[in-house]
């Protein structure tokens, strides 16, 4: 059975830092997605990453994919408050194959304050 | 614009009723999924549907029906079989067997209990 755990589920960050998000699966996928939640609202795609070593930036966030340590990153850089939001990481359950169902991290939640 | 439309936003069930959340995609997509999400927790699939009159069970289907007659539309039943259904249900689509393209999310609907 495919489990994704995040770590921290809780981060409050001071603006200007920078922190990563850390995504760890359980068994072999080469598929990753990231997805933001603002409260009460939906989730929002942000980045795809396809194969070992991708790596994909935007903005302020840059992603990450080790398909070998079953590790994902996002990391943030130089946070604002903009960023606070619940950050997601979904893992493709079919190794290998066409696009399967997706298994979610419990969340990050983000705090930036000033 | 193409999306993702849910109804209600909120919705409000009474002991032993059956209730029933549209989900409504003009992008063309052949999947689509149903989603749960508990405060502070990650999604976890409720029904999902690769292709029209066709549907399979998720992780969490006890209590919940759907049905897949056309291909834009995926409405999900809460019955009152579902002890517990209060929550944010999410409707997803994407495009089969295309693992770059994320799966898009509607607004989300409410749930609760009378």
């Known amino acids: 059975e495919l489990k994704v755990e995040q770590n921290p589920l809780f981060l409050s960050m001071q603006e200007g830092k920078n922190y990563t998000i850390y995504c760890n699966y359980s068994t072999t996928s080469d598929r990753l997605y990231w997805y933001r939640q603002d409260p009460g609202k939906s989730l929002e795609s942000l980045f795809v990453l396809l194969s070992n070593g991708a790596v994909k930036q935007e903005g302020r966030l840059m992603a990450s994919l080790d398909t070998k340590a079953r590790l994902s990153t996002l990391h943030i850089t130089a946070a604002v408050h903009d960023l606070s939001a619940t950050y997601f990481c979904?893992?493709?359950?079919?190794?290998?194959?066409?696009?399967?169902?997706?298994?979610f991290g419990k969340g990050t939640k983000l705090s930036v304050k000033p | 614009d193409g999306g993702i439309t849910q109804s209600p936003k909120y919705l409000f069930r009474k002991e032993g009723q059956n209730v029933t959340l549209s989900c409504e995609q003009n992008l063309n997509h052949d999947a689509m999924y149903w989603y749960r999400q508990d405060p502070g927790q990650g999604l976890r699939l409720i029904y999902y549907?690769?292709?029209?009159?066709?549907?399979q069970k998720g992780d969490i289907a006890e209590g919940y029906s759907v049905s897949r007659e056309k291909k834009e539309s995926f409405p999900l039943t809460v019955t009152s079989a579902q002890k517990n259904p209060t929550a944010f249900y999410l409707c997803?689509?994407?495009?089969?067997?295309?693992?770059?393209?994320?799966?898009?999310f509607g607004d989300g609907t409410r749930l609760s209990i009378l």
């Open positions: 549907s690769q292709i029209v009159n066709d549907f």
């Open positions: 997803a689509s994407s495009i089969t067997g295309e693992s770059n393209q994320p799966q898009h």
């Open positions: 979904a893992v493709d359950m079919n190794y290998g194959g066409s696009q399967g169902n997706l298994i």
